[in-house]
Nanobody, 117 residues
């Protein structure tokens, strides 16, 4: 089973940007969907964006336009570019491969994003 390592989080002021990376321990080229999730304090983990092997993307709610998900299969890495960050974007961010009734891999340690107002 692939291991996933997220990085790139940090403390940023509202309106700022961050780029998250998710490095997989093996090939992701055959994994149709890869996604980013976030877990805000006191809330359940939610799927925020997905990208297919062909580069098709999907975003939760109104995140499209502020968040951009991408993947580099040659580097076994998935990215999440986050712009115009808001305090409500604060949380721990994780990557995984979503399935119809769950997810494919064990969770990594995540990367913390904190947006100050």
């Amino acid at each position: 089973q692939l291991q996933l390592v997220e990085s790139g989080g940090g403390l940023v002021q509202a309106g700022g940007s961050l780029r998250l990376s998710c490095a997989a321990s093996g090939s992701i080229s055959s994994i149709l969907y890869m996604g980013w999730y976030r877990q805000a304090p006191g809330k359940q983990r939610e799927l925020v964006a997905t990208v297919t092997t062909g580069g098709n993307t999907n975003y939760a709610g109104a995140l499209k336009g502020r968040f951009t998900i991408s993947r580099d299969n040659a580097k076994n890495t998935v990215y999440l570019q986050m712009d115009d960050l808001r305090p409500e974007d604060t949380g721990a961010y994780y990557c995984n491969s979503p399935l119809p009734r769950g997810y494919r891999f064990s969770w990594g340690q995540g990367t913390q994003v904190t947006v100050s107002s």
